[in-house]
């Protein structure tokens, strides 16, 4: 990987978050007069401002048009007139203060007409983050009609633009880097932590070298280029979401792990599935099982096709190789902003995949007493089909560390 300095990708204009805050009614139920959105994920989606959530509400109102009015403590007030891509900023001045944040907003709602409107929201209120508490936007605004409008915006986020393509391939790029460094330094004695850190540290200086150290920010997700195993080595890997112990890798672990990479505030996911030395017959047959289910996924991507029947393809051969036991979650997600979206590999999910969809596929299984199976990789919803956007060794052979 060089670290010379390369063309960087550009980071969302500020013209494409104006034309997302522009066309989220095409989204949202006909009739919606507004929309107050609390979730930091779609603030930043919409309006480019990257924050700490606390007990301090943050909201977005959007209006017709794409008008965007950020409501924000007084202590962020110049933090969001620096960066906030919205027409204005109203502040109030802590909370819980004299006047609750959730009634100086539902004033200037009503200063904008909006008392007797039909307003959306992705919560009836700020959630209770940090120790917050509040009345919802229904009890605050008694005369308008207030409806919950999350999965209509998942939806707007769930199509990505080639800008945000960008940023994602980008992303896969400097993942595989940071897997490779965390491959190269996994040996039997070594610290998981020491390993991690290692790679996750030269990747990310090699990362900024080649891109800026701009062009990595903002995201909460990840920092920089990230490999690690989260806990999942030996038996422990078995634990779909293990937590990093710190332990020493031996002969004989099974290892999964994961990579990734802040870009832009985008990032994108890898998994991979590692065996310490020479591997067991059974290590081999459920290894075989798992690149046979992502296979089956891989196959069953295409516009057109349900989420659902993706990961109903994939289930019917966990029953019918009699792996149930084995089996403890969906084959996959979305991912682009955050490091789960909307849509969900999931029997549950009857959404229709296009092109434009960014999603992971990861189907795992788990062995108690032996360890867990998973790979993911990164995909594209194409007009044709699907791409694989990441593109780390699959087969165990280059998977086997000596």
């Not at 990479?261 to 067991?280: D, F, I, K, Q």
């Not at 996959?332 to 590999?345: D, K, N, T, V």
Request: net charge negative; charged share 20%; aromatic share 8%.
């Amino acid at each position: 990987m060089t670290t010379s300095p390369d063309t960087p990708v550009p980071p969302i204009s500020r013209e494409e978050r104006a034309q997302r805050a522009a066309t989220v009614f095409n989204h949202l139920p006909p009739g919606t007069d507004a929309a107050v959105l609390f979730d930091d994920q779609f603030i930043q989606y919409y309006a480019g401002f990257a924050f700490h959530a606390t007990e301090r509400p943050i909201a977005l109102v959007i209006l017709p048009g794409g008008e965007r009015h950020l409501f924000v403590p007084r202590l962020e007030r110049e933090h969001a007139q620096t960066f906030a891509e919205t027409e204005q900023v109203v502040d109030y001045p802590e909370y819980p203060g004299e006047t609750h944040p959730m009634e100086v907003l539902a004033a200037h709602l009503r200063a904008l007409g909006l008392g007797h409107a039909r307003i959306g929201v992705d919560h009836d209120g700020y959630p209770p983050v940090m120790g917050y508490s509040g009345p919802p936007v229904s009890e605050v605004m008694p005369d308008a009609v207030v409806r919950r409008v999350s999965p209509h915006l998942d939806a707007q986020m769930a199509l990505k633009s080639p800008a945000e393509l960008a940023l994602i391939r980008e992303s896969v790029r400097w993942g595989d880097h940071a897997h490779r460094l965390l491959q190269q330094y996994t040996q039997v004695g070594a610290s998981e932590t020491d390993v991690e850190a290692r790679a996750t540290r030269e990747a990310t200086a090699a990362m900024v070298a080649a891109i800026g150290e701009q062009r990595r920010t903002p995201n909460r997700w990840l920092s920089g280029a990230v490999a690690l195993y989260r806990g999942q080595i030996g038996t422990a890997s078995a634990l779909p979401h293990s937590m990093t112990s710190g332990v020493r890798f031996q002969a004989g672990d099974t290892l999964v792990t994961g990579a990734g990479a802040g870009v832009g505030g985008y990032l994108s996911e890898l998994e991979r599935t590692m065996v310490m030395g020479e591997p067991s017959a059974e290590q081999r047959a459920f290894f075989a099982h798992m690149l046979a289910l992502q296979d089956i996924a891989f196959e069953t991507l295409r516009p057109g096709a349900t989420c659902a029947s993706v990961d109903n393809a994939v289930q019917a051969y966990v029953d019918r190789e009699g792996l149930q036991p084995y089996w403890r979650h969906h084959v996959g997600h979305g991912l682009g902003q955050r490091i789960h979206e909307a849509p969900f590999l999931d029997r549950g999910d009857s959404r229709v995949l296009e092109p434009g969809m960014v999603l992971s596929v990861e189907p795992g299984l788990y062995v108690p007493g032996l360890g867990g199976f998973r790979h993911s990789d990164t995909i594209l919803i194409t007009a044709s089909g699907m791409e694989i956007l990441t593109s780390y060794p699959r087969a165990l052979e280059d998977l086997v560390i000596p």
